[in-house]
């Protein structure tokens, strides 16, 4: 029994070792399950916040080119509204669920800047389909809708830690017109 009582101190020493390398191990284990965890929420929601840019843009430019049409916008490819029609009734229908997806996964200040960016472009709709024509006006929605798309990009950037990007802004000089 003294030959037992002298190894107890070696014996509980390696059960606390035991203990203790488990616990790191767990713990370790835990946190790398975590941070892969986010890694992997991040890009789902990468990739539907970039779905929904996506098919909203597909909107604007079906407007960009139905309002040249009409000579508003001068896109150098103008569309008719009956041949926009089928375009702009699948760009809705994407729209539907992208939306969903961000409702479901994206941040409130995302999804409150997402439905800013998209009633600006339901109000670029409604005034290509009145087949208004005063290019005044819609200059204002155009500097309204990259405003708000340029507020939705910076709330996707804030929740994602992306460093500040872009503005989207291009610059036309007069010889890219040529």
Known sequence: MADFLQQLPALIGVIVGALGSYAAIMRGDRVRFQREQAARWEERRLTVYTEYARVLKQTVTLTYRVSAHHGNDPHPHPLSPAAAEPHLAEAASARDPAGEALLMLGTPEVVTTARTWVMTVVDMERFMR???????????????????????????????????????RWQVTSSQTD
Do not use: F, N
């Not at 990259?146 to 804030?158: D, I, K, L, P």
């Open 130 to 168: 009145e087949g208004t024509r005063d290019p005044d006006a819609w200059a204002r929605l155009l500097a309204r809708q990259r405003a708000t798309r340029e507020e939705y990009y910076a709330a996707v950037r804030r929740d994602l830690a992306l460093p500040p990007g872009h503005s989207g």
